[in-house]
């Protein structure tokens, strides 16, 4: 049987890595209510979009019965 744990934890570990850049970017070296921050904030929105579908593939790759739930659209 093929292990998928590790393919599945290194897709969520390079997606939180950007957020977590991206989040020091916002906090560190750019200005609030400026283009750059904003499309800091647009791209933190996407990869968190990223990573619901991600984690959701994950839960049904494992036939979880609980799931990863957005209340928006994406």
């Known amino acids: 049987e093929f292990d998928l744990s590790g393919y599945w934890v ?3 570990k390079s997606i939180h890595i950007e ?5 020091d ?3 560190t070296t750019s200005e609030r209510y400026t283009a750059e921050y904003s499309d800091l904030s ?5 990869l968190n979009d990223i990573r ?3 984690k959701k593939e994950i839960d049904l ?3 979880s019965e609980f ?3 957005k209340s928006h659209k994406i």
């Open 52 to 54: 619901h579908k991600v």
């Open 19 to 23: 957020l977590w850049d991206i989040e």
């Open 10 to 12: 290194n897709i969520l």
């Open 61 to 63: 790759f494992y036939g």
């Open 25 to 27: 970017k916002k906090r």
């Open 67 to 69: 799931t990863e739930q």
């Open 42 to 46: 647009t791209l933190t929105c996407q």
